[in-house]
């Protein structure tokens, strides 16, 4: 398993390669021609688990690598609802796709359905999230993600700029809205704190739910 920040058309690229350099060579007939073997179409099924800017913006950019990369993208929504999620892993296990892409809702309840896949043959890819680190290193091939704690740290450096302009000096509190739930959102906020302490902002978590 590995993580890296490429754009969404490097790793469909990179799927597309790796499916179809599995696929076997066609029988050549004896003469002086062989015939031209027809290449397999890359079907891939992408799993997200919400729909809001930010996955809208994910399955904007999926599509629009897929549709350069020339491979089939199928796209299901499952809102958090893990009874969906593994529907929808299953249909594409009957659609016999050449690749999952998804964000997990769980680390270990997803791993299930996520095997099965993997069972099939089928390539499971994770990006954003992925399941627990000894289940991915046997059934995920690879897990694409931001730089969690750079992103907690670029939001807390605009703070930190938007205090000096307006509160310089004066000591404040926060309250801290987040997923910690997800390994990936506690990288954020440890990112965030870390802003703040190393500008040596004067401040006290009031709240973190």
Known sequence: MFKN???????????????SSCASPAAQAPTAAPAVAAVEKVVIGA???????????????????????????????????ISKETTFIEDYIARKVNAILI???????????????????????????????????????????TDQTSLGLQTGEYLVGWLAKNMAGKEVNIG????????????????????LNDKGVKWTEVANQ
């Open 5 to 19: 920040r490429f754009t969404w058309l490097s790793w469909l690229l990179f799927i597309a390669i790796a499916v």
């Open 47 to 81: 799993v997200l688990f919400g729909r809001d800017s930010f996955f809208e913006n994910i399955q904007t950019g999926m599509e629009m690598a897929a549709k350069d990369a020339g491979v089939e993208l199928l796209v299901s929504v499952h809102d958090h609802d």
């Open 103 to 145: 964000t997990p809702e769980s680390e270990d309840a997803s791993v299930a359905a996520i095997k099965q896949a993997f069972d099939a043959g089928i390539k499971i890819i994770c990006f954003n999230t992925c399941i627990n680190k000894a289940d991915a290193a046997k059934y995920v091939s690879a897990f694409y993600e």
């Open 176 to 195: 801290i809205l987040q997923c910690d739930r997800f390994e990936a959102c506690k990288r954020r906020g440890d990112g965030f704190r870390k802003a």
